[in-house]
């Protein structure tokens, strides 16, 4: 069993920047590939972006490629999501994945989840 608990969420202005950070703990953490999701209402869990077990290879959906940054540091069994340059479609829940082995790509093949951090813009 993987826990993993989503922080940093809050309200931002649009154009603003915020960091979001996932804490990993029960299982071997660089056994798992992690990624970002989000949830608007009334919208299908969107995939963000993904960082495999070492950190050295990242993927980023079109709709954040160039905004957000994913990252991992295994030492604190943290994963993170800097976001910036943010915008009123931006807002939603926002969820830490985690999956063992191979890599994330959609909601269906998640192992693990966080149970979110709401992020807000104001225009």
């Known amino acids: 069993q993987v826990q993993l608990v989503e922080s940093g969420g809050g309200l931002v202005q649009a154009g603003g920047s915020l960091r979001l950070s996932c804490a990993a703990s029960?299982?071997?953490?660089?056994?798992?590939?992690m990624g970002w999701f989000r949830q608007a209402p009334g919208k299908e869990r969107e995939f963000l972006a993904r960082?495999?077990?070492?950190?050295?290879?990242?993927y980023y959906a079109g709709s954040v490629k160039g905004r957000f940054t994913i990252s991992r540091d295994n030492a604190k069994t943290t994963v993170y999501l800097q976001m910036a340059s943010l915008t009123p479609e931006d807002p939603a829940v926002y969820y830490c994945a985690a999956r063992n082995v191979y890599a994330i790509d959609k909601a269906s093949n998640v192992d693990y989840w966080g149970q979110g951090t709401q992020v807000t813009v104001s225009s």
């Open positions: 029960g299982r071997t953490f660089t056994n798992y590939n």
């Open positions: 960082i495999n077990t070492s950190g050295g290879s990242t």
